[in-house]
Structure formats: C-alpha cells, structure tokens
C-alpha cells in the first residue's frame, strides 16, 4: 500500500460519498492510501483543514493560532485489516508540516478514538466538560444545525442536545518543531478513562 498526498477535490469527493458526515470539511491538506503509487483504487483517506472556528484554534494554542490545523475526515474501506488506520495515520503525520494537530472523536455514533491512542495522540477530556449550561443543535430533516440556521429553516428545527466528543492534539514535524509546539499547546493532557 502506498500513502501520498492526493488532489483535494478528489479527496473531498471520496469522504463526501463515503464517510459518515456526508458534508465536505475544508481541506488544506489530503493523503489517501492506495494500492499503487499513482491512480490506484483508493482504500482510505484523511484531510486536514483550518478550523472553522476561531475560537478552537484559540483555545488550543492561544500564542499561535495560526499553528493549529484539525484532522477533519478519516475514511478507510473497510475491506482493509485491523490497525491499518493507525499504521495509515502515523504515516501520514511524518509527511505533514509542523502543526498542532487536534482531532475529536465523535461520541455520538460511538467513537471514543483508539486510533488517537494507539497513534500516540495527547488526550484533552472531552468539549464542553467546563460548560455550566449545555449545549444545543437545531436538526431539520437530519441535517445539520448550519444547514438549517443558512436555509432559514430554524422555526421548525428540532433541538438536539449536543453530545461531547473526545478531543485528541498531537504535534508533527521535527523533534525540535514537535517539542516547540507542544510546549505552545494550552490544552491539557489527561488520563483516558475518566470520560469514557
């Protein structure tokens, strides 16, 4: 198997169709693994992008926002054997320049995030378990909260409580680039357990 850098449209394209979310994320960067080294079938694919949220990037490394950038899609044909989506990852970490990665793993259709661990990523707890209040989606027809708030179509929106996910933060590049943007990361390390 061969893991590159690919095309993001052709990225976005194959986690529109095949991952989970069906909605295309902002891609800044796109490995896929395939079984030859150019226009073969593809068996898995993960892309990076800016956060859409300011805030997060903030919250992750408050002296260098601009430094963070979010695992946003992971797909892996499930014809594929176990732990290829920890070997698939941790290779494409090596090819991504220094950044701050932070990823989440989606507790609503059961995620907890082995993968993150068993790649070695750092645990951060869980979103919202400083929050006083909850937080709320507003879900139309099974779509998301901001299809729904850009269609105008809030008046008959459903009210969802949203469920926390498992935030996850590694760091690549270099040893040297490693350690400098670990240090610069705000969020914390925690045990895994106490949220599972």
Request: charged share 25%; net charge positive.
């Amino acid at each position: 198997m061969h893991v590159m850098q690919i095309n993001k449209r052709i990225a976005s394209d194959v986690v529109l169709h095949n991952h989970y979310l069906r909605r295309r994320p902002p891609i800044s960067y796109a490995y896929g693994l395939s079984d030859v080294e150019l226009f073969g079938t593809m068996y898995g694919v993960i892309t990076f992008g800016v956060p859409a949220s300011h805030h997060l990037r903030m919250s992750a490394c408050k002296s260098c926002p601009d430094s963070v950038i979010e695992l946003n899609r992971m797909w892996l044909d499930d014809v594929m054997p176990r732990n290829t989506g920890t070997w698939f990852l941790s290779r494409v970490l090596r090819l991504l320049p220094p950044f701050i990665v932070v990823s989440y793993a989606d507790t609503a259709v059961g995620h907890v995030g082995y993968i993150y661990r068993a790649a070695n990523f750092r645990y951060a707890g869980v979103t919202d378990m400083d929050r006083k209040t909850p937080r709320f989606d507003y879900v139309t027809d099974g779509k998301h909260s901001r299809d729904t708030t850009r269609n105008g179509t809030m008046a008959i929106a459903d009210r969802v409580r949203r469920r926390p996910k498992h935030r996850y933060w590694t760091t690549t590049g270099d040893r040297r680039e490693k350690r400098r943007l670990a240090v610069a990361v705000t969020w914390p390390t925690m045990q895994h357990g106490k949220w599972d």
